[in-house]
Structures are given as C-alpha cells and as structure tokens.
C-alpha cells in the first residue's frame, strides 16, 4: 500500500536561518507532489507542485523553493526563514493523471523565532 | 485564474441536525475534480468525497453526500445527522484535470452542540 512521509514534524528556527523539509512517498511510482502551508487556523496555500522529476510549479513568489531530486521525494528548502514563514507544512500526493483523492503527509510545524 | 470560494468562517449547528457547507468554484476549465476534506483539531486531512465535473449524479459517502450545481459553480457538502465527532475544521478543494493544480479554499469551522 502507498504510504507518504515528512519530516521533521516540528521545528522551531531563528529568523535568517535555513529550512529543508523532506516528503517521501512509497508505494507507488510517478505521483504528483505538493507542498501546501497553513497559517494558524487558516486555510490551505499551494505553495509548489510537481507532475514529474525536474518540473517544479510554483505558486507563490518568495523566500521558499522546491526541488524533486527523485520521483518519490519532494524537497521544500529556504536560505533565510522570515517571521512570515511560520506555519504547518503539508505535503501531499495523488495519482499522476484523472481523479483521485490527495494523501497528505502528517504535517511539519514549523515555528521562526 | 482558479479560485475557491468558502463564504460561512464558523458553523454552530446543534447534534442530529443535518448540515450544508457552501463551495463555490471559478474555473475556465471543463475538466476538473471537487473534493472535500476534515481537518480535526490534531491536524490531519481527512478525505470525505469527490465529484468530478463530467459526473451526472451527485456524489454519496455514507453521511457525506455532495450538491453539486455545475452551471452555478457550487460544490455544497451535506452532513446528514450530524455528531460530535463532525466538529473539525472543513475545506472544499478542485483539481484541475488538465495541469494538476489542486487548491483549496479558506475553510468552514464546524462545531456541533449536543
């Protein structure tokens, strides 16, 4: 059965430092892959998708990127966290085409100090 | 641009009764997906439903069913015979078939009184 994974599930950082989550999915072969963030009991922002290894979609301009540097691992990284960034991080997967249900991750909470 | 519409920020609805989210959706697309999701307090998403925009009848989960108006660009989620467990944060989502991107909205806040 597919399982997805992410860590750390929580982080506290000082303001300027860097972040690298990681997302691993298994089970299954050639998912899309997204990174959402939720501010404290808001809702869901699409921060980065990818539909294959090397195509990152990015929806929101600022400090953060994303890289797939395999087809079951989905990387978000920033050099310098803002106050801003804090959050509770969310990677999710589905099937590479049609309908199908989003698998999310447990979640990162992350906190910048 | 894609855009989900979730206009109720906190629902109080008392036990036993049954229960209507509003979705609203903007796309130029005709192929996509709408989804609901549960998030409980101790964060995870829980899938509850999929309509997909080709599908003539509306959607059923047990208590879950979906009412979906396509030409008004609703996707409404039902509860039927509400409990204390529904009390959770909900969210209404819509995959576009043709690039993948998932979004949602801001969510609903439901909190169910006995």
């Known amino acids: 059965s597919q399982t997805i994974h992410q860590w750390p599930a929580t982080l506290v950082q000082p303001v300027g430092s860097p972040l690298s989550l990681e997302c691993t999915v298994e089970?299954?072969?050639?998912?899309?892959l997204y990174w959402y963030r939720q501010a404290a009991g808001r809702g869901l922002q699409l921060l980065f998708y990818?539909?294959?290894?090397?195509?990152i979609s990015s929806e929101v301009p600022q400090n953060l990127s994303a890289s797939r540097p395999q087809d079951r691992q989905f990387i978000l990284s920033s050099k310098k966290l803002l106050l801003s960034d804090s959050g509770f991080y969310l990677c999710?997967?589905?099937?590479?085409?049609?309908?199908?249900?989003?698998?999310f991750g447990e979640g990162s909470r992350l906190t910048v100090l | 641009a894609q855009k989900i519409t979730q206009t109720q920020p906190g629902m109080f609805v008392q036990e036993k009764e049954a229960v209507t989210l509003d979705c609203t959706y903007d796309?130029?697309?005709?192929?996509?997906?709408l989804f609901w999701y549960k998030q409980p307090s101790s964060g995870e998403m829980i899938f509850l439903i999929y309509?997909?925009?080709?599908?003539?009848q509306n959607a059923t989960e047990g208590r879950y069913s979906l009412n979906f108006q396509k030409a008004r660009k609703s996707a409404n989620l039902v509860i039927s015979a509400s409990q204390l467990g529904d009390s959770a944060m909900y969210f209404c989502?819509?995959?576009?078939?043709?690039?993948?991107?998932?979004?949602f909205g801001k969510g609903t806040r439901l909190h169910i009184l006995p």
């Open positions: 796309t130029s697309d005709q192929s996509y997906g």
């Open positions: 989502a819509m995959r576009d078939l043709e690039d993948d991107k998932i979004i």
């Open positions: 089970g299954t072969s050639n998912p899309n």
């Open positions: 999710a997967w589905t099937v590479e085409s049609g309908a199908g249900e989003l698998f």
């Open positions: 990818s539909v294959g290894i090397g195509q």
């Open positions: 309509q997909g925009s080709y599908d003539e």
